[in-house]
């Protein structure tokens, strides 16, 4: 169910979030900007940015993670359950330090990154497995950028953004 859920998002964005964002920065111009992620499954923002400032700990970025905020669903029937889980996606990238148009480069990233992330959503449903609806409902995707952030003391700046979106799933088989 959930881990389902997580495992064939997390399958579609790796095998096209780069080419995709690649194709946008192309068209719009902006292939100074990085175009690729590494995707990393059950880390939100929170986790990914303190895990890259560890040294030792594998975490590059720009990342997306992959996660499940909640799910809605019901008692199985005829060893059948429809599940509709809050799904997530979370860009975060920092820049290499601050210089000239560093900050204006990770912003146009970022928003490239979103375009790039509701196009998975829009492959989820023809993606295989359980999927039957992603983001269907007008309204239903919703995508967040956090604005460019940069901390006392830092000599970088970041960016977050979260595409939030409802995927309903047919879990089949349950014995």
């Known amino acids: 169910m959930v881990y389902d859920a997580i495992e064939q998002a997390a399958t579609s964005l790796s095998a096209n979030f780069d080419a995709d964002l690649a194709a946008l920065a192309t068209a719009k111009g ?4 990085t175009q ?8 939100p923002a929170t986790v990914l940015f303190a895990l890259a400032a560890v040294t030792g700990s594998g975490v590059t970025l720009p990342a997306i993670g992959v996660w499940v905020q909640r799910t809605a669903t019901q008692a199985r029937r005829q060893d059948v359950r429809d599940n509709v889980h809050q799904l997530v996606f979370d860009y975060v990238a920092r820049s ?5 148009g560093s900050d204006v480069t990770l912003e146009k990233q970022a928003e490239l990154a979103a375009e790039a992330l509701l196009r998975t959503v829009d492959r989820l449903v023809t993606a295989g497995g359980g999927y039957f609806g992603a983001g269907e409902l ?12 940069m901390g006392p003391g830092q000599s ?5 953004v979260r595409l939030t979106c409802p995927v309903t799933e047919r879990d089949t088989g349950l014995a």
């Open 138 to 149: 007008a309204g239903s995707v919703v995508i967040e950028l956090s604005g460019l952030a």
């Open 96 to 100: 290499a330090g601050v210089t000239a």
């Open 36 to 43: 690729t992620a590494t995707v990393y499954k059950r880390r």
């Open 30 to 33: 902006e292939a100074g900007i």
């Open 156 to 160: 970088y700046y970041e960016e977050h």
